[in-house]
């Protein structure tokens, strides 16, 4: 329950943290903390207007997608304190919740049947599945690090007693910093900010959705990233008292929201071709991690 | 002789041209271009005279500084062999004959309208593998209206195919009908309004030469300070879109910002920020005054330490430069063949470049221009020849703000064009050669004014840049080339 409460209060400044970078970052001042939050609000004000080409499965669509990815968020612990939902092997459940949301997305995008719209959707559907690999190949790792399989389990056990574990965490948190990025879709995958639609990729696949529904998705998109940041603060947490472990867990997201401002900035989003081989490198430092575990346990050597 | 051969800006009478019949008329011109990469065709249009129509074409030879000009007389709905069967250069002259004049043409390649919009076939894929994306023609950001065709294989573009004609407002015309000068040369600055000075120049210099005005230094000055402070402005606007369409935030924020003391200096200068109201044929109203140049040198001086430092970190950013090089290429050969000019045929090594060919203005004169060279015609090539030709420009605009002349109090004086004239004036704004053509008839009125941007031969430099790239990088591909819908569209 901590842990939904402290997603739910992350999600609302989250994004403002990261804009708020990237202006400072380009010598602007840039909108006040909460001014996605507002914008987010305005557009849950709003009615929204339906193309006659689509059917119910694009009213339905935002909807699910973000339940998918409430309910995945009801699964994280914080520290020790388990999530709503915990048992074994729920990282598994967690996984396939957030690729139900993705794949209605997907096919509330192909319902418009616009041209641009297909093509975000086939690039959306194959970057995630690329990303994958990756978290699954993490997630084992960890279960067989501590022998547990439930997130809560997983995190509360988590010790580093030597060198190697320390690097396992450090390289934990970039795997799942790069796949907060991909999954929402922004750089150096991804452009946010383009206004052309055939470079986007999550963008041009909610081009035709408005009002409350558009705000639905981009809240979800702000409810995604605090759901990220707080996996990556529990391999900080631990078994810390709250607190200490409520500040530590604000400081970790402010510090992620921060390092996706400075990300954005300061590079330029890669070619598409290109991404697919970057994703994969994520594959890779996951087995790195995968490795470094069999050593610690002693299987090698 | 077969042609009459003439000087930018000057004026020549009208029977004076050399009148061949059309099979000779096709044979000169395609023979001129033939095996001669240094000439090119800088305008080629008709226009009724009674029943006939009347060809002028105009081949520029870039060594001799010369520019060729003949004509024929052919009849309206009348089939004639092309000259594009023979030499792509005149490709799109031809089309819009065609549109314009009903003139038919039995191995045209490619009868496209030029700007009605009508239903005339896109290329078909003819695969159930491919698929078609239309683009436009509105778009979703704030430039112009014009439909873009692709036909892709997965990410991979195959063909793409560019209808534009939707920004037509029939400049030409107007040019002819309207009888005050002030109200032409209005006209002239919203041909293409990114490109203010280099048409309004354009037109002021066909304007004085067509009325035997002898243009005094300090008109000179005005023009060449203004295109070449046009030119950085927009080249930096450009490399700020640029890096914005790779998503560098930094690069698009700092051009971007960089760009703004340029346009407000000319505001400064002559109360608007894209320089209208400036240029006006035979004289200037705001005179460039020592504290004038003092503010430019000043705000030169600032932005050329910004532009080298944001330049040499954009130069070696490994992110950016794997999205612009090898994007887009554009061979060598491919840009000849389509006759493309400007900044656009420099990257890819083709040195067509107005300011040296045909000297105008200040060019030539305290200005030894000397054209800037790319060879490997991609996206970065673009971005070089921007970033180069605008240290090359701040050189010559110090050297310019070193000998201010004297201005001369405005006056309107009553200039007249002469009777049976012609003239062709050729400027080098940013994006490439503008040609502006002329006759009169034999009460000193307009017959014809023909406008020439260069976006019209770049549009298919572009077609041609994009196939085998990723549809994710048209767009900068698009911005690299930036043209012109209006200019193109007239």
């Known amino acids: 329950m901590v842990s939904l409460i402290l997603i739910l209060i992350t999600s609302l400044f989250f994004m403002g943290v990261v804009v708020k970078t990237k202006s400072l970052c380009s010598g602007r001042k840039g909108p006040g903390l909460f001014q996605p939050m507002w914008d987010i609000f305005r557009l849950w004000k709003k009615s929204s207007v339906f193309s006659k080409e689509t059917s119910f499965i694009f009213r339905i669509s935002p909807i699910i997608y973000i339940s998918s990815v409430l309910t995945a968020i009801l699964m994280i612990p914080h520290g020790g304190i388990p999530g709503v939902i915990s048992f074994d092997g729920d990282f598994v459940m967690f996984a396939y919740l957030l690729?139900?949301?993705?794949?209605?997305?997907?096919?509330?995008?192909?319902?418009?049947?616009?041209?641009?719209?297909?093509?975000?959707?086939?690039?959306?559907?194959?970057?995630?599945?690329?990303?994958?690999?990756?978290?699954?190949?993490?997630?084992?790792?960890?279960?067989?690090?501590?022998?547990?399989?439930?997130?809560?389990?997983?995190?509360?056990?988590?010790h580093y007693e030597d060198n190697i574990s320390y690097m396992l965490g450090a390289l934990a948190t970039f795997v799942f910093v790069m796949i907060a990025m991909i999954e929402n879709s922004r750089m150096p995958v991804d452009d946010p900010k383009t206004h052309l639609e055939l470079t986007m990729i999550h963008e041009v696949m909610i081009l035709d959705n408005s009002g409350f529904n558009l705000g639905t998705i981009l809240y979800t998109t702000n409810l995604k990233f605090a759901m990220y940041g707080a996996i990556i603060s529990n391999f900080f947490i631990g078994a810390l008292p709250l607190s200490v472990s409520i500040p530590l867990f604000f400081a970790v997201q402010f510090c992620f929201a921060v390092s996706a401002g400075i990300i954005e900035s300061f590079m330029a989003r890669f070619r598409m071709s290109h991404n697919p081989q970057f994703i994969l490198i994520l594959t890779s430092v996951s087995m790195l991690i995968f490795f470094g575990v069999l050593m610690v346990k002693g299987v090698f050597i | 002789m077969d042609y009459i051969s003439l000087y930018n800006n000057e004026k020549v009478c009208r029977k004076d041209i050399p009148t061949l019949d059309y099979l000779n008329f096709l044979e000169l011109n395609t023979g001129l271009l033939s095996g001669q990469p240094q000439r090119h065709c800088v305008n080629f249009?008709?226009?009724?005279?009674?029943?006939?129509?009347?060809?002028?074409?105009?081949?520029?030879?870039?060594?001799?500084?010369?520019?060729?000009?003949?004509?024929?007389?052919?009849?309206?709905?009348?089939?004639?062999?092309?000259?594009?069967?023979?030499?792509?250069?005149?490709?799109?002259?031809?089309?819009?004959?065609?549109?314009?004049?009903?003139?038919?043409?039995?191995?045209?390649?490619?009868?496209?309208?030029?700007?009605?919009?009508?239903?005339?076939?896109?290329?078909?894929?003819?695969?159930?593998?491919?698929?078609?994306?239309?683009?436009?023609?509105?778009?979703?950001?704030?430039?112009?209206?014009?439909?873009?065709?692709?036909?892709?294989?997965?990410?991979?573009?195959?063909?793409?195919?560019?209808?534009?004609?939707?920004?037509?407002?029939?400049?030409?015309?107007?040019?002819?009908?309207?009888?005050?000068?002030?109200?032409?040369?209005?006209?002239?600055?919203?041909?293409?309004?990114?490109?203010?000075?280099?048409?309004?120049?354009?037109?002021?210099?066909?304007?004085?030469?067509?009325?035997?005005?002898?243009?005094?230094?300090?008109?000179?000055?005005?023009?060449?300070?203004?295109?070449?402070?046009?030119?950085?402005?927009v080249h930096t606007g450009d490399l700020s879109a640029l890096c914005g369409d790779i998503g560098y935030q930094l690069g698009s924020a700092v051009y971007g910002r960089l760009r703004t003391p340029i346009v407000n200096f000319m505001q400064e200068w002559c109360g608007n920020r894209l320089s209208k109201g400036l240029i006006r044929p035979a004289k200037v109203n705001y005179p460039f005054t020592d504290k004038l140049a003092e503010r430019l040198r000043e705000a030169l001086n600032a932005y050329e330490a910004d532009f080298n430092e944001m330049s040499s970190k954009l130069a070696s950013l490994p992110s950016a430069l794997s999205r612009?090089?090898?994007?887009?290429?554009?061979?060598?050969?491919?840009?000849?063949?389509?006759?493309?000019?400007?900044?656009?045929?420099?990257?890819?090594?083709?040195?067509?470049?107005?300011?040296?060919?045909?000297p105008f203005n200040l060019y030539g004169k305290t200005i030894n221009h000397e054209p800037l060279l790319k060879r490997h015609g991609d996206v970065y090539s673009r971005v070089q020849i921007r970033r180069e030709e605008i240290r090359q420009t701040l050189a010559?605009?110090?050297?310019?703000?070193?000998?201010?002349?004297?201005?001369?109090?405005?006056?309107?004086?009553?200039?007249?064009?002469?009777?049976?004239?012609?003239?062709?004036?050729?400027?080098?704004?940013?994006?490439?050669?503008?040609?502006?053509?002329?006759?009169?008839?034999?009460?000193?009125?307009?017959?014809?004014?023909?406008?020439?941007?260069?976006?019209?031969?770049?549009?298919?430099?572009?077609?041609?840049?994009?196939?085998?790239?990723?549809?994710?990088?048209?767009?900068?591909?698009?911005?690299?080339?930036?043209?012109?819908?209006?200019?193109?569209?007239?």
């Open chain 1, 99 to 158: 690729a139900c949301g993705r794949f209605m997305a997907i096919i509330s995008a192909l319902d418009t049947g616009s041209s641009f719209e297909g093509m975000g959707a086939s690039r959306e559907a194959l970057f995630s599945l690329f990303a994958e690999p990756a978290f699954f190949v993490l997630m084992g790792s960890l279960a067989l690090f501590t022998g547990h399989t439930s997130f809560h389990d997983l995190f509360s056990t988590l």
């Open chain 2, 324 to 358: 612009f090089e090898k994007t887009g290429v554009v061979t060598l050969d491919v840009m000849s063949e389509i006759g493309a000019v400007g900044m656009a045929a420099r990257a890819s090594g083709l040195k067509r470049d107005i300011r040296e060919s045909h």
């Open chain 2, 45 to 233: 249009f008709g226009f009724e005279e009674g029943e006939k129509v009347i060809l002028i074409c105009c081949i520029a030879d870039d060594l001799t500084h010369k520019i060729l000009v003949s004509s024929t007389v052919v009849v309206k709905k009348t089939e004639y062999p092309s000259l594009t069967a023979v030499n792509h250069n005149f490709e799109n002259f031809e089309r819009e004959i065609h549109e314009s004049l009903t003139i038919e043409y039995s191995d045209h390649p490619w009868l496209k309208p030029y700007r009605k919009i009508e239903d005339y076939p896109f290329l078909k894929p003819g695969s159930e593998e491919l698929h078609e994306v239309g683009v436009g023609p509105i778009h979703a950001g704030i430039i112009e209206p014009g439909h873009f065709r692709f036909i892709c294989n997965g990410e991979q573009i195959m063909h793409l195919e560019i209808s534009l004609g939707y920004q037509h407002r029939g400049v030409e015309d107007l040019m002819r009908h309207k009888d005050g000068i002030l109200e032409k040369a209005t006209l002239a600055e919203g041909i293409a309004g990114d490109t203010v000075v280099g048409h309004t120049s354009a037109f002021s210099n066909l304007w004085e030469s067509l009325c035997g005005f002898e243009r005094k230094p300090y008109l000179d000055f005005t023009r060449t300070l203004a295109m070449e402070l046009e030119r950085v402005a």
């Open chain 2, 396 to 490: 010559y605009i110090r050297e310019m703000l070193d000998n201010i002349p004297d201005f001369e109090k405005p006056s309107d004086i009553q200039v007249c064009p002469e009777a049976d004239s012609f003239v062709i004036s050729l400027t080098e704004g940013w994006r490439g050669e503008i040609s502006h053509c002329a006759l009169t008839d034999k009460d000193g009125k307009l017959v014809k004014y023909k406008i020439k941007d260069p976006s019209l031969h770049n549009w298919m430099a572009l077609a041609q840049a994009v196939r085998n790239n990723e549809i994710s990088d048209f767009p900068v591909c698009n911005k690299s080339f930036n043209l012109s819908y209006c200019g193109h569209d007239l």
